[in-house]
Nanobody, 126 residues
């Protein structure tokens, strides 16, 4: 059983940056692809980004491409989501997710994932 715990959320002003972290415990971390989702109040859950187990492939949703960067450190069982140029519409609860790794992230950003963290809240407001 893989457990995921997110951290790094908070309140920032528009244009600022945040880095979310996700630490995993359980089986071999590099056997898992990791993704980030978010859910804003009153809206459906949205897939944002994903990365393969070896970190060799990443994909992004159009809404965050160019502003967000996903990365992982398998030696530390950590995944990160660097979020730059934040906008009020980025306000949401952000979730780290995981599933058995795949070779290519193409089309996987909003795929189904078996493991979910508890979420960390990000608020972008002036």
């Amino acid at each position: 059983q893989l457990q995921l715990v997110e951290s790094g959320g908070g309140l920032v002003q528009p244009g600022e940056s945040l880095r979310l972290s996700c630490v995993a415990s359980g089986y071999r971390f590099d056997d898992y692809a990791i993704g980030w989702f978010r859910q804003a109040p009153g809206k459906e859950r949205e897939g944002l980004s994903c990365i393969t187990g070896d970190g060799g492939s990443t994909s992004y949703a159009h809404s965050v491409k160019g502003r967000f960067t996903i990365s992982r450190d398998n030696a530390k069982n950590m995944v990160y989501l660097q979020m730059n140029s934040l906008k009020p519409k980025d306000t949401a609860v952000y979730y780290c997710v995981a599933d058995a790794s795949y070779d290519d992230t193409n089309g996987r950003v909003d795929a189904s994932y078996d493991y979910w963290g508890q979420g960390t809240r990000v608020t972008v407001s002036s």
